[in-house]
C-alpha cells in the first residue's frame, strides 16, 4: 500500500491518500446529515493516524471549511438555513476561536496539548452524548403515553428556550426561517462559547452548537442542522487562517479529504428530506459515543482498538445514513407513482 503513501510538507510525515479519501467521504455524508463538521471523527482520526494533535486540528478546520460550502448550500435549497441567526453568532464564534487557538499553542509550549486536549473531548462528547439521548427516550415516552391516553401526539416543546427567549436584553431579534424572537446576546453568546470549544478540539462547534441550537436557541431540528452548517463554514475557514498563521495546517491532506468529503456531503444533506427529527437526534447521539470511546482507547494506549472503533463506526454510520436515503427516495417515487396512476384511472373513467 505504499504506492499511496504521499509526503505531507507541513505535518512533516507519509499518509495513505486512501484513507484520507474515506475519511473525508465518511465526514461529508455524516456531516450533511448532521450538520456538523464532523471533526469528532476527522481530529481524533488523524491524531490516531499519526498527526500531532495541534496539526490535526489545524488541518481538519481547514477541510472541514470546504466541505460544509457544499453542505450549506444544499441545505439552502430545502429552506434549512437561518442566515440571520447564523450571522449573529459569528463575532461570538471569532473571539472564541482566538480564545481557544491561544490556549491550545499554550498548552503545545509546555507539552500538555495531547493529554489536556484529549481527556476535555471525552468529557464534552460524553455529556452532550447524554443528554441528547435523554431527550430523545424523554420524547419517546411521551409519545407513547400520548397514544395510551388517546391525546394527539404533540412534538417537544424546549421549555429551557422558551424561558431564555423571553429573556428582554435589547436588541431583541425576530429569526423568521426558525420562527423564533429572542435576545441578540443569546446567540451571540452560545457563539463564544462554541467557537472556544471549536479552537481547543479542533472541530466546528457543530456537536456542541447543532444541541445548543435545539435546546438553548429553541431551533427546529432541521433548521439547526442547515444554520449550524452555515456557521461550521465560517468557523472553519477562520480556524484555518488562525491556524494556518500559526504554521499547523497541511492544505495538500486537507484537500484529498476535501474530494471525498464533496460526495458525501451531497448525499448526507439529502438524506435528512427524509428523516424525522428526533431520529436525526438519536443517531446524532450514538456517533458522539463512538468518538468519545474511541479518544478515551486512544488516551488509554489502545491504538488498534481506537483506530478500528472510529473508522468502523464512521463507515457503518454513512451506511446508515445512505440507506435512509435510498429508502426515502424509493418511497417517494412509490408514492408519485401511485397518485400519477389514480389520476390516470379517473381521467380515463371520465
Known sequence: MDIFNVYLPVAGMEFNVLLLLLIGTTVGVCGGFFGIGGAWIVTPALNIFGFPMPYAIGTDL????GKSIVSTIRHGKFGNVDVRLAVSMIIGTTVGMELGASLVMYLERIGL???????????????IGSYVLYDYLSHVRRQRKAVKEGAPKAEYKHTLAQKLQRIN??????????????SLWLPVLVGLVTGVVASVLGVGGGFIRMPALI??????????????????????AYGA???????????????????GAAIGAQLGTVAVKYVRGYSI??????????????????????????SILILTAGIVISLVIITLLIRGVMKERRTAGAKSFVSTDREVRK
Open 113 to 127: 496539548a495531547e493529554s489536556v486536549i484529549r481527556k476535555i473531548y471525552v468529557i464534552f462528547l460524553f455529556l
Open 215 to 236: 435546546y438553548l436557541v429553541g431551533c427546529p431540528t432541521l433548521v439547526a442542522v442547515g444554520t449550524d452548517l452555515f456557521e461550521v463554514m465560517i468557523t472553519g
Open 281 to 306: 437526534r438519536l443517531l446524532f447521539a450514538v456517533t458522539i459515543f463512538i468518538a468519545c470511546a474511541s479518544v478515551l482507547f486512544k488516551q488509554m494506549n489502545l491504538q488498534l482498538l481506537s
Open 62 to 65: 481547514a477541510h472541514m471549511g
Open 241 to 259: 487562517f488562525t491556524y494556518g498563521v500559526k504554521g499547523r495546517v497541511d492544505l495538500l491532506a486537507a484537500m484529498y479529504m476535501l474530494l
Open 169 to 182: 436584553i435589547p436588541p431583541m431579534i425576530h429569526f423568521k426561517t426558525s420562527k423564533i424572537r429572542c
